[in-house]
């Protein structure tokens, strides 16, 4: 039987049979790490808002840099089991406090198409 099985495999394999590799590949996950941040979001965010109130609205940042206190990453990453890498990052910087400047991948007053 084992015999058998391994000469099925074999040939497949040598014949390019995707269909026989895909099925044997094992199930991967998909993973999300980090702060999701939609559009929506981001668009609610304005100049001078305080920290606390950034807070609010994206949440607690994955990233606080011990020598840039001013400045908040926001990063998301999403590894589905099958398919290319996504990754999103979003960085606020405030001045005194209050917010000055939103920079990274999704910016304020961008229009998503609809789906």
């Not at 998909?30 to 920290?51: A, C, H, W, Y």
């Amino acid at each position: 039987m084992r015999k058998l099985l391994f000469s099925v495999l074999l040939i497949a394999g040598v014949s390019g049979c995707t269909a026989v590799g895909d099925f044997l590949k094992p199930y991967r996950i998909d993973v999300r790490q980090g702060n999701f941040i939609t559009q929506e979001m981001v668009s609610q965010l304005k100049p001078g808002m305080s920290r606390d109130q950034v807070r609010f609205v994206l949440g607690t940042p994955l990233v606080t840099d011990v020598f840039h206190g001013d400045r908040w990453d926001y990063v998301y990453r999403f590894q589905p089991g099958k398919g290319a890498l996504q990754e999103r990052r979003l960085a606020v910087v405030f001045e005194e406090g209050k917010l000055v400047r939103v920079e990274g991948d999704v910016r304020p007053g961008e229009v998503q198409p609809s789906q």
